[in-house]
């Protein structure tokens, strides 16, 4: 299995010098605080896989085009949206299995595309190794390297975006971007920020326009059939912690029999819907304990607000699940000021 050690083979090598304005280069050891750099997108992030996380992100935000490469050591899904002003664009750098966009297999020879407003869920497998790029809407349009037919395609895509497999078309944008990183990593002069900008866009625009001329049009993959449905169940799933009850008992039509619904966990999330759910809760659980506002509230409170009524079984859960306890996770709420004295009489949880 791949490590932080060498993930960090396949960044830059100006990476890890003194930090400049527009530049950020960190290693995590907890999934929450790499989420929380991307701040273009509502992501909503979820740890699949059982254990420690070790992660790095590498950002230049050098104006009218973000990139980010990202290594995450567990399994992590990912749902967001990007906003109504970017165009947002991703490729994978290493060889992975199970490497799903839209419930789609993904491969190194593919771009996944999603268009201002649009909606994307992605579960990327252990060790994962991605290159991503935010990019303003009304710059991309306005290039004059951009063919007019493929602004118009681009602006026409759906909610949840498009695959265009082209090895040539993801080789070149990967290695402008890695050219636009160096270049970023390597000037400590802020003047030349708009001129690493200028080439970025450049590089983007000019090498869709090209891959478009080339066949009269983009490769793209079709939608994974049954992927709505799934969505769909989750949503469901998530909101009503009875239904998988029902499910078992054959009272629901609207997610049909156990056993499909138990496929299509599998094929497009790779847990059964019970051991995703418990993940969720898990997470919703975190979120909770990290939040400053909750201070005042027991792990056991929190923890059966998330259905989790054996306390001892939670804590278990829990460790397992992010590599910690319960109350280690709490005290990351706690930096500077004392944890809360009260008590809940019903909490037995670490």
């Not at 530049?23 to 979820?46: A, C, K, P």
């Not at 009304?138 to 395609?153: F, G, H, I, K, N």
């Not at 026409?156 to 082209?166: A, D, E, F, P, T």
């Not at 019970?274 to 969720?280: E, G, K, P, Q, T």
Request: net charge neutral.
């Amino acid at each position: 299995m791949m490590n932080l050690e060498t993930a960090n083979l396949w960044f830059p090598k100006y990476a890890r010098q003194e930090p400049n304005d527009f530049v950020i280069d960190v290693s995590q050891s907890d999934f929450e605080m790499q989420t929380s750099l991307f701040d273009q997108s509502n992501v909503v992030h979820r740890q699949l896989t059982p254990g420690i996380f070790q992660g790095r992100v590498l950002c230049a935000m050098v104006g009218r085009v973000s990139i980010f490469m990202e290594f995450s050591s567990q399994a992590i899904e990912k749902q967001f949206s990007t906003p109504q002003d970017l165009f947002s664009f991703c490729l994978v750098l290493n060889d992975t299995k199970q490497f799903v966009t839209n419930g789609k297999l993904k491969s190194k020879d593919m771009l996944c595309v999603t268009p201002p407003g649009g909606e994307t869920t992605i579960v990327a497998p252990p060790d994962a190794i991605t290159l991503a790029f935010a990019v303003d809407r009304d710059a991309l349009l306005a290039s004059l390297v951009l063919e007019p037919q493929l602004a118009d395609w681009l602006m026409g895509l759906g909610r949840n975006g498009v695959l265009i497999r082209s090895v040539n078309l993801v080789q070149t944008l990967r290695d402008r971007m890695f050219a636009a990183l160096e270049i970023a990593l390597g000037t400590r002069d802020p003047e030349r920020r708009a001129v690493i900008d200028d080439i970025a866009l450049t590089g983007i625009a000019s090498a869709l326009t090209l891959e478009w001329l080339k066949i009269n049009g983009l490769s793209t993959v079709d939608r994974a059939r049954g992927f709505q449905r799934f969505e769909r169940a989750r949503t469901m799933l998530i909101n009503d912690s009875g239904l998988m009850d029902r499910v078992r008992a054959g009272l629901t039509r609207e997610l049909g029999s156990q056993r499909s619904l138990e496929k299509a966990f599998s094929d497009f999330a790779f847990l059964g819907p019970m051991a995703y759910l418990r993940v969720v809760r898990l997470h919703n659980a975190r979120h909770k304990l990290l939040d400053p506002e909750r201070a005042d509230e027991s792990i056991g409170d929190i923890a059966a607000e998330e259905s989790f009524w054996d306390w001892s079984r939670f804590t278990s859960y829990y460790r397992k699940q992010f590599g910690e306890l319960p109350s280690q996770t709490r005290q990351r709420a706690f930096e500077g000021k004392a944890p809360p004295a009260r008590r809940s009489l019903t909490s037995g949880v670490v």
